[in-house]
Each structure stands twice: as structure tokens, then as C-alpha cells.
């Protein structure tokens, strides 16, 4: 059986001045991905169809520059806090810490200069069955507002099955909080929109929030609303319900809370299916709840690198995580992590369609 592989090549400056590089992991099964030191992006993933045929099935753009310019954090490694932080504000162990407001007036994905914006170093290798990316990123006391150093790995690993994970490592020198997750762009026919995708997420609450995108407090309950996905539902008519909360959304830009409790090992929380069942993905996680977005704010302005306009509805997020506002939130999952301890997080994109994979 043929082994996985490890390639890189330049990909370009970063605005720091910091070259940035492109790795590639292959896959015995065909599935390939491109990763990206600038931002820690998944630049490609390339996935087999039941016909053979493989397709990138996630969005991206043609350079360093575009990604730093004007990326709706396409396929980034995010943080310190993915997800929105109320008014940038929290308060730890009696300390309040004030951090940048970068949307409508709250904190989004860590500011703007979070993670997505760095230069990750980088030590790749194989081990096993598997290509293995190792990520790490030094963030300082104060980086962004938020307290304490931080010291962030994050190893990405393609296995001969297919399957993709990234487990993220954090310690701290002072408490503080940290959610970290990868903002992929996910189409899993290659181009078009993804209304005639379904989705399946392991999840019977929900949280929704008001016109800013902040969670307005209790969860949910998913019964006999849009955000019912118990079982697979078109994305085109979840976007299109009549419903107040994708109103305010412009479709689905939420947090479903998992079932199960975190730590442990890996459980499902969704299913993508692509018409005809042509390409499926599952998403595996430890994290307690899964933001489903829509993109519902692009608009054709940002192109791919084959020229392809990035249009509203393009793409599913799928970005494992804290709660939002999580330090906020007594009621919520803590987000706090301590000196002494190791913030852990572990999300797996299975393929089962393709011959092997593993899923359920």
C-alpha cells in the first residue's frame, strides 16, 4: 500500500515580512490537503467522489495577500476566542479584560489581528499510516487584550483512510480563556451553492441569539423549528424558514449544542451530504457545541484562485467550540483555562463514502 506523503512549497509574504509556506498531506485514499503556515489555513482539501473523481471541497483565495486583506477567515485556525465575546468584555477571577470589538460593537475570532493573522511554525513528519502537520504559535500576555502567554500547537494528521483531524494543545502562564477552532468553508460538490446539501447535526438545543449575533441567554430546544436537525435537512429550506432567528442571521449562523460532555473521546456532530450522496462528510468532535454558518455574507466579491466568485450560500461552516460569550456565561461550559492544565481539543472530518472510511 502506498505510504502518505509530506511536501511543501513557498507560498508567498506575509504582511510581518515572514515567509509563508503551503504543505501538502496525501492520502493512500485520494484525499489530499493543503495547509498554509499564514493563518493556519486548510487551503485545500481534496476529496474523492463515489465516481473517483476528485474535487477541493473547501473554499479558498489565490494568495498570501488576498487571505490577509480581505478573508472572511476562510479555512483559519481562529482564537484566542472563536465566536463572539460580548462587547469585548469579560471579567476573570475578579479582573475585568477589555478586547478589541471587531464586529457590531462585540469581540469575533480573537480580534482583529487573532490567529488567523500569524504565521504558525511548522514541523511535519509521518507517522505511521499517517501525514502529520504540527502547528505552533506563540501568543503573549496581553495579545489582542487577553491575559497570560500562550503556547498553542495545533497538529494536523491525514490518515490512509481519509480522514482529517486537527487536535489542538493550549497552556497558559496566567488564567485565562481560550476557544479555538478552524473556520473551513466546506461545498462538497466543488462549486455552486450548497442549498441542495443536507445536514445532519447530533444536537436537540440550539442558541439564539439577537440581531448582533450574541446569544441571548437559555438554550433551545431544536423541536419544530428550522433548527430541528436531528435528521438530515436540506440546507435550502433551513435558509429560506420562515423564522425570526434566520431573519436575523440571513440564514443559519448559530450554535447547536452537542449531545454528550465534554472531555472525552470523539462523538459525531454532523453529517454533510451532497446531492445524491456523491461525497459525505461526518464531523467528530470533543468540543461541546458546533457553529453552523452559511455564508450568508459573501457576495461575489472575493474569487477563488480559478477565478470563481465566492457567492452567498457557497459554503457550510462547520467550526467546533466553546460556547459564544462563554466567559460571560456562568451557565455555559467553561472556557477558562488555568496554569498547570491543557486546554484540549480534538475534530475529525471522516469521508464514509469512500471505500474504508470510517464512520457511522
Known sequence: MPRPTVRHRPFGTAPSGEEADLWRLDSPSGVYAEILT??????????PDTGGRTANVVLSLASVEEYAGKSPYLGALVGRYANRIAHGRF?????????????????????????DTRVWDARPGVEGDTAVLRLSLHSPDGDMGFP????????????????????????????????????????????GDVLDHTLRVDAT???????????LGPLHDVT??????????LLGEGVRAADEQIRLAGGYDHCWVLSGSEPGPVRPAARLTAPAEKRVMEVWTTAPGVQVYTANHLD????????RPLERHGAVCLETQHLPDAPNRAD?????????????????FRFPHLAGGAGR
Open 205 to 215: 438545543a440550539y442558541l439564539p441569539v439577537d440581531a448582533e449575533g450574541i446569544p
Open 300 to 307: 461575489g466579491s472575493l474569487v477563488d484562485g480559478a477565478g
Open 91 to 115: 471579567t476573570l477571577d475578579g479582573t475585568t479584560y477589555q478586547v478589541p470589538r471587531n464586529d457590531r460593537g462585540h469581540a469575533l475570532h480573537g480580534g482583529p489581528e487573532g490567529f
Open 332 to 348: 455555559y461550559p467553561s472556557a477558562v483555562l488555568r496554569p498547570g492544565t491543557t486546554a484540549r481539543r480534538r475534530t475529525e
Open 38 to 47: 499564514y493563518g493556519g489555513v486548510l487551503h485545500a482539501l481534496g476529496v
Open 224 to 233: 419544530g423549528t428550522p433548527f430541528d436537525l436531528t435528521s438530515p435537512r
Open 148 to 191: 497570560g502567554a500562550l503556547d498553542v500547537t495545533v497538529t494536523y494528521a491525514l490518515d490512509a483512510e481519509g480522514t482529517l483531524s486537527y487536535a489542538c494543545a493550549a497552556v497558559a502562564d496566567r488564567p485565562t480563556v481560550v476557544n479555538l477552532t478552524n473556520h473551513a468553508y466546506f461545498n462538497l460538490t466543488g462549486g
